[in-house]
């Protein structure tokens, strides 16, 4: 009972102690030689994970730590805590139980020596120098990250958990396959509840085929097939519903990754995976091969050499902490003695900083500082145009280089613009926008942005950071490539500080417009992790707006959307969203597919909920109809919530896509594609203030019952239903229908015009875009298929047929009384048409048809005259006659092609010039039609 008070009391002086630590470790933060690359305080634990919390970290069941006190008390040696496991409510949880182990130590007196016990530094109990010596005998002490976080106290390379996750890191070399090669790879994970991401990048290898996760008996537990990944030197994957004890490997550094490639089928490349306290902080980085010499001679290709190095710049840029993994630098040469290591960081070949420190032989890690960086070193930082040398000071064993680049990763760089998050006071209009950005190698920051539902023009698009009561901070102006909604284009001058503060999620960008000089929209630029089916970098997202709903709705809110369809026709989706009314809780906010049926009713399909305004899934039971109408562009994605059930966000989709049977010939779902806004899709059409995607037949609201329109590259066509005469002595109108039609039994189903037609009834087919063709009949047979043929014109036996009016289906012979007949300019299919017409730009030619081409930026062509010939157009220059004889002055008549004289009286055949005129200007005119 004694001792359990004792307990009791020394837990309660351990948790006073330790507040009294974080308190005065905040105040020494800013000592010289702080590396501020830790774990993130209090991170969350809401993985499903179970685990125990101590002084704001997260310990695995059944691991063991001393709390540490930070200063002035440090590291609690005698006293250890555990995480057990309990059952509380049919469910595992951890719980923390802490014991003073002073009371255990072996009770020494003297040593062999004679010499006095004493208690070594990270001991609790005392023991003799010369036990304590050999028991820490072999390699030196090597550096490690500050252990002012680190609750073991023991300088443990631990997982680091961010709010994204668990992050890990693996170096892949030859050195444990026992393969000759310079190749190297870096792999860096993230496990956030059951998924592992990983982003790999190579160097010197051709690209890898699989990715293959191995234990330490080598034993194959998962593999990544990459097939059709084109990324340069880059893979990413996604590893779902990894299993508890995967997870605990991955914890225990039990896990391993391999690189397979085409000729290397047992692997190229292999590393164990482990954590790292810099990966939290980490915003540049290199991947280090060999350089294949020694003291200026050639050597062979070395078995496995390859490093690592993760690096951050302090607040003010003048401070650059870094950490070195390597593997094989030493342990393939056999050297055992501790050697001198130099890190140099270099412009070319000229060395700007550098540090010393001396490794053994199982040395694998380097942390170091360099201090007085200059503006221009963080230029060059951030530009792409520093390296690393790692060497050894007697030129033994082969250098390590490799170029200093943004930290790779396949996430994406997004922001969600909003009327919520404004400056000054949220802007409640229902606009919204977003952002895409992407860092290369070079420093330079690739952006993407569209805005959606202003009422106003847009004046201002700009690159900022955080909003202090100084004022703005403007970083970049992006309005340069502003246009119609969407900005594309380049900051290529940004410093490695605000690379940092990007790949923090520190930046924002606002858009100003002429009714919010300020801001109207605004967002935070955050990574969203790689999902594994959508390619983001191809495109924009689907903005969600409350200006996209009938009636518009007034909100802050907004968000953006990514979709995609696979080859087995499974929806993909990721879902981000800001400022949504979603009440007290937070817990009543929807994605849903929406669709209106023949009756422009409401149909729809709940795809998720919201967690933390994100929603991201896959649908493998996506309907007919549903797929159908994205293929048009006539769906809707909808955001409803607690406070607006019909919907507060809407965004309109246009995913092409081939399920089935649907009629898209733009698309190959063999990497699947990826949905847009129709809005921003250039071949899409805005009419009724609505938009239509490119080949998308309507019924336009103007007349639901007897138009039919059809969206063609840009350009709206409507055409009214052209009714045939019934067969049937009653026929009958159809509610909805434009034409009678003979009373149905069964009915045949037309895709032309999309429409039900009853069995033995006949109808001019609807075909885009031609429009309807008067010269062909569909009949509905009784098997219920349709038979479609042209109309048999009667045999002629003149010579020369015409065709008296242009939209007559046949020709017919001339006769004595028979009028001149019309040029014909129909676009109509004609029954007695028997070779292919021409495109030509926008627009059908038939066979045998004239015209001038009309090219873009030049206008009509008056001197050239293009002919369809059996589906091929052929285009010629006017041939001018000469004026011979001609006394006056020649001149260009108006809309001529050719010169003509002055003098009427070399005009010898004016008949024959005139007729010519007038058949220039008639084509001219039909061109312009």
């Known amino acids: 009972m004694l001792y359990e008070r004792g307990l009791s009391r020394w837990i309660i002086l351990l948790l006073s102690l330790f507040l009294v630590g974080i308190a005065e470790a905040g105040k020494n933060s800013g000592n010289k030689g702080h590396i501020p690359l830790k774990a993130e305080r209090n991170p969350p634990h809401s993985r499903g994970i179970p ?137 860096t994970f993230t496990l956030l509840d059951d998924t592992l991401r990983f982003t790999i990048n190579y160097a010197k290898m051709q690209r890898p085929v699989l990715i293959r996760f191995t234990n330490a008996l080598n034993d194959t537990v998962f593999e990544h097939d990459l097939h059709g990944s084109n990324l340069d030197n880059k893979v990413c994957g996604v590893w779902r519903r990894i299993s508890g004890i995967y997870q605990k490997y991955l914890h225990s550094k039990s896990l391993f990754v391999t690189l397979v490639t085409k000729s290397n089928e047992n692997g190229l490349v292999r590393g164990r995976i482990l954590g790292h306290r810099a990966l939290n902080d980490e915003t540049f980085s290199s991947l280090m091969s060999t350089k294949r010499t020694r003291k200026g001679i050639a050597v062979a290709s070395p078995m496995g050499y390859g490093g690592i190095m993760m690096l951050n710049a302090a607040h003010d840029g003048r401070t650059i902490n870094f950490a070195v993994l390597m593997d094989g630098l030493l342990e393939n040469s056999g050297h055992v003695l501790p050697t001198t290591v130099i890190v140099e960081l270099r412009k070319r070949n000229d060395v700007v900083k550098e540090l010393k420190t001396t490794v053994g032989m199982n040395g694998v890690e380097i942390v170091g500082v360099w201090d007085g960086v200059s503006n221009q070193h963080q230029k060059w930082l951030a530009r792409g145009n520093l390296n690393i040398r790692i060497r050894d000071e007697d030129g033994v064993f082969p250098e390590l280089n490799g170029q200093i680049t943004p930290r790779p990763s396949c996430d994406t760089l997004q922001c969600v613009l909003s009327g919520g998050e404004a400056i000054d006071r949220p802007k409640v209009t229902g606009a919204s926008g977003s952002a895409v950005l992407h860092i290369d190698n070079e420093g330079n920051i690739n952006y993407r942005v569209q805005v959606t539902g202003l009422q106003t023009d847009v004046i201002g698009l700009t690159l900022e950071g955080k909003v202090r009561r100084n004022g703005r901070k403007v970083i970049a102006d992006l309005f340069g490539g502003y246009e119609n909604g969407i900005a594309i284009g380049t900051y290529s001058k940004p410093n490695a500080k605000e690379i940092q503060l990007l790949l923090k999620n520190s930046l924002f960008i606002n858009v100003a417009t002429e009714a919010y000089e300020k801001s109207e929209l605004r967002g935070r630029i955050t990574a969203l992790p790689y999902h594994g089916h959508i390619t983001r970098h191809a495109g924009l997202p689907i903005p969600l707006s409350g200006r996209n709903l009938d009636p518009p709705q007034v909100t802050g809110a907004a968000g953006q959307a990514w979709l995609s369809i696979d080859r087995e026709c499974n929806l993909h989706y990721e879902v981000t969203t800001v400022g949504l009314n979603t009440g007290n809780d937070g817990n009543h906010a929807y994605v849903k597919l929406l669709i209106y049926d023949e009756n422009d009713e409401p149909v729809y399909k709940i795809l998720s909920a919201f967690q933390d305004g994100m929603a991201a899934g896959t649908a493998n039971d996506i309907s007919e109809d549903f797929l159908l109408d994205m293929n048009e562009g006539t769906a809707y994605l909808l955001i409803t919530t607690k406070q607006h059930r019909n919907g507060e966000i809407r965004g309109q989709i246009l995913l092409p896509n081939t399920c089935n049977g649907n009629p898209s010939n733009r698309i190959d779902l063999s990497h699947g594609v990826i949905g847009v806004s129709p809005e921003t899709d250039p071949d899409s059409c805005l009419f009724e203030e609505k938009w239509r995607a490119d080949n998308s037949l309507w019924s336009p609201d103007y007349d639901r019952t007897c138009t039919t329109c059809t969206c063609r590259k840009r350009t709206v066509i409507c055409d009214r239903v052209v009714c045939p005469i019934p067969t049937c002595q009653s026929p009958e109108t159809w509610p909805g229908e434009c034409c009678p039609v003979c009373p149905p039994e069964k009915a045949c189903y037309f895709e032309g015009d999309q429409k039900f037609h009853s069995v033995g009834s006949t109808w001019h087919p609807y075909l885009p875009p031609f429009g309807y063709v008067v010269c062909a009949f569909c009949t509905c047979e009784p098997d219920l298929s349709v038979n479609c043929t042209r109309m048999k014109c009667p045999p002629l036996e003149c010579e020369r047929p015409i065709r008296l009016d242009p939209d007559d289906c046949c020709q017919v012979c001339p006769s004595t009384t028979t009028p001149e007949p019309h040029l014909t300019t129909s676009a109509l299919i004609l029954a007695d048409e028997v070779v292919r017409g021409c495109y030509f730009g926008d627009k059908l030619y038939r066979h045998g048809e004239e015209w001038n081409p009309n090219i873009y930026s030049l206008g009509v062509m008056p001197c050239v005259t293009c002919r369809c010939k059996n589906g091929q157009p052929q285009c010629r220059k006017v041939e001018c006659a000469p004026l011979i004889g001609c006394q006056k002055k020649k001149k260009k008549a108006s809309n001529e092609c050719c010169d003509v004289c002055l003098d009427p009286v070399i005009s010898t055949t004016p008949s024959s010039r005139t007729s010519s005129n007038k058949k220039t200007r008639s084509k001219n005119r039909r061109s312009s039609r």
Request: aromatic content about 6%; overall charge negative.
């Open 51 to 187: 685990g125990c919390i101590f002084g704001g970290k997260v310990y695995d069941l059944e691991t063991s730590w001393h709390p540490n006190l930070g200063e002035p008390f440090f590291e609690m040696v005698c006293m250890d805590c555990h995480c057990i496991p309990i059952v509380v409510n049919d469910t595992v949880v951890g719980k923390v139980s802490c014991e003073d182990v002073k009371g255990k130590c072996a009770d020494v007196d003297v040593c062999r020596n004679g010499e006095d016990p004493v208690q070594q530094p990270g001991d609790c109990c005392k023991s003799c120098p010369i036990d304590a010596q050999m028991s820490n005998s072999g390699d030196p002490v090597e550096k490690d990250f500050p252990t002012g976080d680190d609750p073991s106290g023991e300088g443990e390379v631990l997982p680091t958990e961010s709010n994204q996750g668990y992050n890990f890191v693996a170096l892949l070399t030859g050195t444990s396959i026992a393969v000759r090669t310079n190749s190297v790879a870096r792999a």
